[in-house]
């Protein structure tokens, strides 16, 4: 059986998604501080990504 959950742990999706953005930009911040990638790399790796992931999808 399921495990109820508790609603005073739970967060709401908008809550995520800004934790996820801002925990992502940090990381590319240091990254790009450090020299280990530009921006435009990030950007070009990104959209790769996501044009692989379209040709799985059909």
């Known amino acids: 059986m ?3 959950l508790d609603p005073d742990e739970m967060v709401d999706l908008k809550e995520l998604v800004l934790s996820e953005v801002i925990q992502m930009e ?3 911040n240091i990254l790009e501080a450090k020299g280990i990638l530009t921006r435009e790399e990030l950007i070009d790796k990104m959209q790769d990504i996501a044009a692989q ?3 799985v999808e059909t």
């Open 2 to 4: 399921a495990k109820q």
């Open 26 to 28: 940090a990381l590319i």
């Open 53 to 55: 992931m379209r040709k």
